[in-house]
């Protein structure tokens, strides 16, 4: 299959050659079809599939630039929103078309004069509800709609949000629903406000014969001086840490380049601007290890990861597999290795469990070196005496 037998527009077919584009991905052969002939979609893939794409091509084939928003896309992050922005500029050499996108931690100015020529707007549930109480964005004329990342955004409790927004589109519109996995919140979100949807689902997660998986039984109090050792060991060309919370994110961040390794954390904890000069590092090579709560597992375009380090155990099954499925891509093969506490062991099972078709094997643990670890290491100092009342020193002072 290529892209020319999807009946591409010329000039686009041009566009994703020079961007080295050379054949459709799975979920772009079965959805930009479906997309072409006007029907709701439901399209159920892994993270790094090329469903971006799958989506921006038939939009930009079909919005008329200068006739108000044509399409939204609605996704959970922002890092999401700039990823899918990027992608869309790159189809404006084929239409001149004005693209925003919309999110918080940015102020709202600059956003409400964009939104005035907008021709397709991404962003993230609250800076769209945002504008709709200011009035400053008009959905009249919205004729395709894009629910990105739907579980992430239930997970994030994000699900009624969306629900509001659709409502507010109009009941023409053409609605593709994309999630990795359909809950029930998301199943009936599709009966709710779909017509007739196409249902698309292509290949969830990585190919067994390309990843490797390993787990490693440790105490807690050596769980970082093993991670140091595996990271100098494996020398990763590029290492994803996943971490449970920000605080250990960031404890370990910081731990990690006191030990002299090139390092950075992201998580939701962060300003914008230091998340988005993160990820430009990241895309640019400037980072070897890039340590993260689950925000950065799903979703996030980052290439060329050739490991992943389980520091915690995730909660959900689900998050596991996303987690793993950032590597072993392309037809490149990659390592995941689990960091396993005494009580991260029921939990592990569990994922095992629901998961019949992971191989894990035991690794073997070899001598390493003890080091230490600060596990307030990152954390700001709270200014307690700005936070309690003044308290006097010394004795009361005896009332007559």
């Not at 894009?146 to 994000?158: K, N, Q, S, Y």
């Not at 919140?185 to 017509?195: A, D, E, G, L, T």
């Not at 000069?277 to 070897?288: D, F, S, T, V, Y």
């Amino acid at each position: 299959m290529t892209f020319e037998k999807l009946g591409i527009d010329k000039s686009i077919l041009e566009v994703l050659r020079k961007a080295g584009f050379e054949k459709p991905t799975p979920i772009q052969k079965e959805c930009i079809p479906a997309v072409k002939k006007g029907l709701d979609v439901i399209a159920q893939s892994e993270t790094g599939s090329g469903k971006t794409l799958a989506f921006a091509i038939p939009i930009m084939e079909g919005i008329e630039p200068g006739k108000g928003i044509q399409a939204l896309v609605v996704t959970p992050t922002r890092e999401l929103a700039n990823q899918i922005y990027r992608e869309f500029l790159k189809l404006t050499v084929y239409k001149m078309a004005m693209i925003r996108a919309i999110y918080g931690g940015t102020p709202l100015e600059p956003q409400i004069m964009g939104l005035r020529n907008a021709d397709v707007v991404i962003a993230t549930p609250g800076r769209v509800l945002d504008h709709v109480n200011r009035r400053t964005i008009n959905f009249a004329h919205v004729r395709f709609l894009v629910i990105d990342e739907a579980d992430r955004m239930l997970d994030m409790g994000f699900i009624d949000d969306v629900e509001r927004i659709i409502n507010l589109t109009p009941r023409t519109r053409q609605t593709m629903l994309f999630s990795a996995t359909i809950p029930d919140p998301v199943f009936r979100i599709s009966k709710r406000y779909m017509k007739n949807p196409v249902r698309i689902s292509t290949q969830r997660y990585v190919r067994a014969d390309l990843l490797n998986q390993f787990y490693y039984d440790v105490m807690d109090n050596e769980k970082f001086s093993l991670l140091v050792h595996l990271i100098k060991k494996e020398n990763p060309k590029l290492a994803m840490i996943f971490c449970g919370r920000r605080t250990t994110a960031d404890a370990v961040y910081k731990n990690l380049v006191s030990n002299g390794v090139n390092a950075k954390v992201i998580h939701g904890g962060l300003e914008q601007e230091k998340r988005e000069r993160i990820m430009h590092e990241m895309h640019a090579g400037n980072i070897n290890v890039l340590v993260a709560t689950d925000v950065a597992s799903r979703g996030l375009d980052i290439k060329g990861v050739t490991h992943i380090f389980n520091y915690d155990v995730p909660d959900k099954s689900d998050d596991y597999t996303h987690r793993i499925g950032r590597t072993a891509r392309a037809g490149k093969s990659g390592k995941a290795i689990t960091l396993l506490a005494p009580a991260d062991h029921q939990n592990f099972r569990r994922i095992l469990q629901l998961n019949p078709g992971l191989s894990v094997q035991k690794g073997q643990k070899e001598q390493f070196a003890k080091v230490p670890f600060d596990p307030h290491a990152g954390r700001e100092r709270r200014d307690f005496h700005s936070r309690r009342p003044m308290q006097r020193r010394g004795p009361p002072r005896r009332r007559w």
